[in-house]
């Protein structure tokens, strides 16, 4: 959603890198062009006054008179600032101390709310809580069927006494409702209400009774990020006339230009406190400020990689494949499995588009086929398990062979064979404490090296090997002289988790070969 905006913010910051000093025409000029960039995207008027007032205040302060790099300190100020228009800190979910936790969402028809309900419901689902589905939206035909099915596929119980389409009383039925999670032993209710074409009084009068009938903990209002300023309109219209507690955005997955998701915080004084963005019942989580300026910023968005990980990978398994790994006993089996657990985190275009500085990739990201890991995994399943155990073995007759019975080429096979040899490689020097190709880099350190493996010491002084090519010796003795400590080649944040390790997660790389 936020691409245009991220490319013009990237080209804006692309002119101020080499100088050491800003004039004030360069604080205009930066100052200008992010100005024209937020308007583009639809960010409301009075957020960009805001926003740039701030951003040109702080820039000709001390903090970047005063900064070994200037740029890189303006790019921090917009992202703090950006971090404020957001909302500052992640708002969660404040539960009841005695339960049920009455959730009500409301919103505009069109906006997926009733979608959004089961999302809701799966995610509080995994975070140990029992919900119950209360389908109050009486009006919309099928709106109560969507719901239930909704419902059955999240795994989550859908309480709707009413058929719908016009029948029934939805403050009758949201009152039942929580008197039914009460009654079955359920910790949170999440109701979901009518919406309409607009905002009318009709709206706001229904949402008021059912708002007074059950005393909602939280009110959600659902919000869709495509409508651009429509969305901040009718945010503060019903906040005024009915309230609520934080916002969810939808549809952020959208190729609109996403004014409002910059806007509405900033504008209704409420957060926005959850997001979704794909069609998926998975594509939902908290929204984090922080997190949302990185990715605008083309600075990546490591923590939510970190947290899918977490959440997918099995912890044991990734071992036994690192410890095989430095054995050099990793199998095309092993890479097989590496690869169906990468895909339960997702889409892999997303996930490589959360890290950092992939802008510079958005093309070969846009085009790249999902399927192709299925083409991989269909060539792989086509070898026998001595293949897989020992990949050399593949010569040209086995090669055809396994391509016919992948309904691939016998050059995709080869193809996939050279890649396995490539990673495997790489990945076991990483493994090992250096990275191929890179004179004096340090290594990430991910593990102990191979028994009975000792690496060489460095010779210093006159005993130290030189390379005969002078473009090398100069990075061997550039890498010397720096002395980075370990892992900093690698630019990590520093906000990562203590426990966190690198070597859990995939190797990505491999797929935009």
Request: proline residues 5%.
């Amino acid at each position: 959603m936020f691409t245009t905006l991220s490319d013009r913010l990237s080209e804006t910051f692309k002119a101020l890198r080499g100088k050491g000093r800003l004039s004030e025409a360069d604080i205009d000029a930066t100052a200008r062009e992010i100005r024209l960039a937020l308007l583009e995207a639809d960010v409301a008027l009075p957020v960009v006054k805001d926003f740039i007032a701030a951003v040109k205040e702080r820039a000709r302060g001390e903090e970047v008179s005063q900064a070994l790099n200037p740029a890189q300190q303006v790019v921090k100020i917009v992202n703090e600032e950006l971090v404020g228009i957001l909302g500052g800190e992640t708002r969660r979910l404040t539960f009841a101390k005695t339960p049920p936790t009455v959730i009500m969402l409301a919103g505009l028809q069109g906006s997926g709310k009733t979608t959004l309900a089961a999302k809701l419901a799966l995610w509080l689902k995994d975070q140990g809580k029992s919900p119950l589905l209360v389908a109050a939206d009486l009006q919309r035909p099928n709106a109560v069927n969507q719901l239930q099915v909704n419902g059955e596929r999240a795994g989550v119980t859908v309480f709707a006494p009413q058929p719908g389409n016009g029948v029934g009383d939805p403050v009758a039925v949201s009152r039942e409702g929580v008197a039914e999670a009460r009654r079955t032993l359920h910790d949170v209710v999440i109701i979901d209400t009518a919406g309409r074409l607009g905002i009318d009084e009709e709206l706001m009068r229904q949402a008021a009774d059912i708002r007074d009938a059950v005393t909602p903990d939280e009110i959600l209002f659902v919000v869709d990020a495509m409508i651009g300023q429509d969305a901040v309109n009718t945010a503060q219209a019903f906040l005024d006339g009915v309230g609520y507690d934080g916002v969810v955005l939808t549809k952020l997955d959208g190729d609109a230009r996403g004014g409002a998701a910059l806007s509405i915080a900033k504008m209704t004084g409420k957060p926005v406190m959850f997001a979704s963005a794909g069609e998926k019942l998975t594509d939902f989580d908290l929204f984090h400020p922080d997190r949302m300026a990185s990715r605008i910023l083309d600075m990546g968005d490591l923590l939510t990689l970190i947290e899918q990980a977490e959440k997918t990978f099995d912890a044991e398994q990734a071992a036994k494949a690192a410890a095989k790994l430095q054995e050099g006993e990793f199998t095309l089996d092993d890479f097989l499995e590496q690869m169906q657990q990468v895909r339960k985190m997702g889409s892999l275009t997303k996930m490589l588009g959360m890290l950092p500085g992939m802008g510079q990739f958005r093309d070969q990201l846009e085009n790249f086929d999902e399927r192709e890991i299925d083409r991989i995994q269909a060539i792989i399943q086509s070898m026998t398990p001595a293949e897989r155990a020992n990949p050399k073995m593949i010569d040209g007759s086995r090669r055809a062979r396994i391509a016919k019975g992948a309904g691939r080429t016998v050059a995709d096979v080869n193809q996939l064979v050279d890649r396995f040899f490539e990673a495997r490689k790489m990945m076991q020097q990483m493994a090992r404490g250096g990275m191929p190709g890179l004179p004096g880099s340090p290594g990430m350190g991910l593990g102990k090296k191979a028994k009975g493996r000792q690496a060489p010491q460095q010779k210093k002084g006159k005993g130290a090997r030189r390379s005969g090519n002078p473009a090398r010796a100069a990075a061997e003795a550039q890498g010397q002289k720096d002395g980075a400590p370990a892992g900093s080649a690698f630019g990590l944040p520093a906000d990562l988790p203590e426990d966190f390790d690198p070597s859990q997660l995939p190797d990505l790389s491999k797929y935009l070969k």
